[in-house]
């Protein structure tokens, strides 16, 4: 097995994710909501890209649908959630249906549509997407969504910690980036000292949202591994 790292969503190219599995990394905080909304009994959630699409979702839709995400980290008006994963709680979202949109990592997920499988993944739940990927045993592109076609420190220490987690279960060939990406993380195993670095994490900080940086590094809560396959993530 091959493994490979996109370092953000506006690097994605077709050639490289094609026939592979893709894991969608954007563990601030995109990916760390999606995980935590499906472990709680979330029906589905729909990414897309703009404000617009969202919205007209969930206006056409016949069910209820909750719309959450943000812009510039912040909960978008008329929105029921923001980007914060800890709103996701099983009393707000089990059994229903998320619409959902956001800066970059909805962007990295809907930009991966050619790949075979489209696993989401982040620091929560970091161990059973690399068993996921050893059980689909096809080459491996970890996509960090970064920050505005910036590559962002956090999700790629994330990438090196799953890529750690695959080595771990089973030989692989590692890219240089991503023999870069598992040594930065065998050396700041202490994942919350070394986002300090992050531009991203400075903003989160700055808007107060102490509590989300200290849930989005914790390793290993959950045990479930989200895909994102026709139009919608189970
Ligand atoms: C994004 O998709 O850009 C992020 O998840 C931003 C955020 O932390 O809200």
Redesign the pocket.
């Known amino acids: 097995m091959k493994i490979d790292i996109i370092i953000s969503a506006d690097d994605i190219k077709r050639e490289k994710i094609e026939n592979k599995t893709v894991v969608v990394i954007?563990m601030?905080?995109?990916?760390s909501?999606i995980v935590t909304a499906i472990n709680n009994g979330c029906k589905g959630v729909i990414p897309v890209v703009t404000v617009n699409e969202a919205s007209a979702i969930a206006r056409n839709s016949k069910e209820e649908v909750m719309l959450g995400?943000?812009r510039d980290?912040l909960k978008i008006e008329g929105f029921h959630y923001?980007?914060s994963p800890i709103e996701y709680t099983r009393e707000t979202i089990e059994g229903k249906s998320l619409v959902m949109t956001?800066?970059?990592?909805?962007?990295?997920i809907k930009g991966c549509i050619c790949a075979r499988n489209i696993l989401i993944g982040a620091m929560i739940n970091a161990k059973a997407c690399a068993k996921k990927i050893v059980e689909l045993n096809k080459d491996v592109v970890i996509v960090n969504?970064g920050?505005?076609g910036e590559f962002s420190i956090d999700d790629f220490l994330c990438s090196g910690y799953i890529i750690d987690c695959i080595l771990n279960l089973e030989k692989a060939e590692l890219s240089d980036i991503a023999t870069t990406s598992h040594y930065v993380y065998k050396n700041n195993q202490d994942i919350y000292s070394f986002i300090t670095y992050a531009n991203?994490y400075k903003?989160?900080t700055k808007l107060g949202l102490t509590a989300?940086l200290e849930y989005c590094c914790r390793k290993d809560i959950i045990d479930i591994v989200p895909e994102y396959k026709d139009g919608i993530i189970l």
Do not use: C, F, M, Y
């Open positions: 954007d601030l905080r995109a990916t909501v995400g943000e980290a923001s980007n956001t800066t970059n990592g909805t962007k990295a969504a920050t505005n991203h903003t989160i989300d």
